[in-house]
């Protein structure tokens, strides 16, 4: 049965008018990231696990150390990853020591082993320059791929010209991330030195977090910093284990920054606050779902994922994605979201096609009007229009998963048109935040990642944050010293 449509959700049931118009706008300029995290550094806050303090993260913070000071219940979470920061090491700390540093560099690679994104190498950088500047000899491990054993193509060789020519430094590469033939690099390492490690997944006892073999990995360093954000919600060797065996165990400043936006930003934010969240299936989002529910004013909803939702209100929905078996838990979002005083929108019109596939036949009808055989592959102008409506209300904006089946350049429309809008919003001065996955991918396209407030280097490790769960890698390391502020 269709529900009625009530004021905490959008209609689906009016006619929505198709026109070629959308208020998206390109990008303004807006204050660099670097900006926004470097002009208003203050060490209280590092100490607190806050490497960077814009207006937004400094109501965070406050939260934050209210929670320290014994605050609500809510913030029970957010105070536990609270973690030391390599930044608050001094010069005389690292000086001469070494330094396991824990990256994810798991880079796309293609046939020709050349990186076609090199993201997550950049994001490491800041870190092992100032290890490097400060005198430490850096171990940089890291995984790359899932590989089964010793694969050759999962080498981390290809990425050592790049990383040598974004540290400035030639940096060695070792054949094994274990054993004696490491162990006399490590000692040949000078003061400022870089050896990467080989592949650390090349053993099985990495990801069954081993610990006889975390404890060899510890034994080649003095100190451990953990920066592999995108790694940190797997409870491996490299990630966990070694910190049993490692002190200090601190957070690098990537991790840290992931921190500040995903944690910090999203549990005290500027608002209004809203979430847009898409991707292919209600089932993979149903934990971000939740648990954004918990905290945004408004909640925008697109992708595969609609689908289920418009069924669950009775509609036709042609050969669309849907979850038959996620109906009921639609219907009861929707509840909830009324519940809890949450605006969700649903698109009003969509993009269909008549098969999956970039030159499919294709137009744009309301979202109660697809016919048989036709299924909906994007977010339509109408609900573009719209989105973009509410969207111009908010202080603070959290996107993760994409509007649509954006790979086809067809149906990215709608997806190109949000990452416009975001960055356009970023350049007014509202906070954007890109959850990672596809959505990274997709402001990337466009062409506009360098204006956001913070695109995450993770995939999974982001969604777990947004589902309010605690990361491994993060649990484990030092908790940060609470200082007054
Ligand atoms: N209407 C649609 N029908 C089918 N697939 C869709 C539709 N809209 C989006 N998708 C697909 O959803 C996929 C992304 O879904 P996913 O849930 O993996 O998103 P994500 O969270 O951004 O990614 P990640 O899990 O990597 O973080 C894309 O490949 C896209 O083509
Ligand atoms: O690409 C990622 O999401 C991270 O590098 C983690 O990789 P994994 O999912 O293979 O652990």
């Known amino acids: 049965m269709a529900s009625a449509a009530s004021p905490t959700t959008f209609s689906l049931l009016h ?200 404890k060899k990995l510890a034994s080649l360093a003095d100190l451990y910093v953990n920066d592999a954000f995108g790694t940190a919600h797997r409870a491996h060797a490299s990630t966990e284990g070694v910190t049993k065996y490692l002190k200090p165990s601190v957070a690098g400043f990537l991790l840290q920054k992931e921190l500040d936006y995903l944690v910090g930003a999203v549990s005290n934010p500027k608002r209004p606050f809203a979430a847009i969240v898409g991707g292919s299936k209600v089932s993979s989002k149903i934990g971000v779902i939740e648990s954004l529910l918990e905290k945004v004013d408004i909640l925008l909803l697109g992708g595969g994922m609609i689908f289920t939702f418009y069924k669950a209100q009775g509609l036709s929905v042609g050969s669309s994605l849907v979850e038959e078996d996620k109906l009921d838990l639609a219907t009861s979002l929707l509840a909830k979201a009324k519940e809890k005083g949450v605006s969700l929108l649903l698109p009003s019109d969509v993009v269909i096609a008549d098969k999956f596939a970039p030159d499919a036949n294709s137009k744009v009808v309301p979202a109660s009007a697809i016919p048989d055989g036709w299924m909906g592959l994007d977010i339509g102008p109408d609900s573009v229009k719209s989105f973009s409506e509410a969207l111009d209300t908010t202080q603070t904006i959290i996107w993760n998963g994409p509007m649509g089946v954006f790979e086809f350049d067809k149906f990215a429309v709608g997806t190109e048109a949000i990452a416009k809008k975001l960055a356009d919003l970023s350049g007014k001065g509202v906070t954007t935040i890109i959850g990672g996955g596809d959505s990274v991918a997709a402001v990337e396209k466009v062409g506009v990642a360098s204006v956001m407030s913070h695109i995450s280097t993770g995939g999974g490790a982001s969604l777990e944050l947004l589902e309010g769960k605690e990361l491994p890698g993060v649990l484990a390391l030092d908790e940060a010293v609470p200082v007054a502020v």
């Open 15 to 214: 006619s929505a008018t198709p026109s070629s118009s959308s208020t998206a706008t390109s990008a303004s300029p807006s204050p660099s990231r670097v900006q926004l995290t470097s002009s208003l550094r203050a060490r209280p806050l590092r100490r607190l696990g806050f490497a960077a303090a814009d207006p937004l993260l400094a109501a965070s913070v406050a939260a934050r150390v209210a929670a320290v000071r014994g605050g609500g219940k809510g913030a029970r979470g957010v105070v536990s990853m609270a973690k030391k920061s390599v930044g608050d090491l001094s010069a005389a700390d690292l000086k001469g020591k070494k330094v396991f540093v824990r990256a994810d560099l798991n880079v796309p690679l293609d046939d020709n082993q050349n990186i076609t994104d090199d993201t997550r190498i950049r994001a490491a950088i800041p870190t092992i320059k100032h290890l490097i500047q400060n005198g430490a000899k850096v171990i940089l491990s890291s995984h790359l791929g899932r590989p089964k054993g010793v694969t050759p193509k999962y080498s981390l060789a290809p990425l050592v010209p790049r990383l040598s020519e974004l540290i400035g430094i030639q940096i060695v590469k070792a054949e094994d991330s274990i054993g004696p033939e490491v162990e006399k690099l490590v000692a040949s390492l000078p003061d400022g030195g870089v050896l990467l490690l080989e592949n650390v997944r090349f053993y099985k006892e990495e990801e069954k977090n081993d610990p006889e073999h975390a």
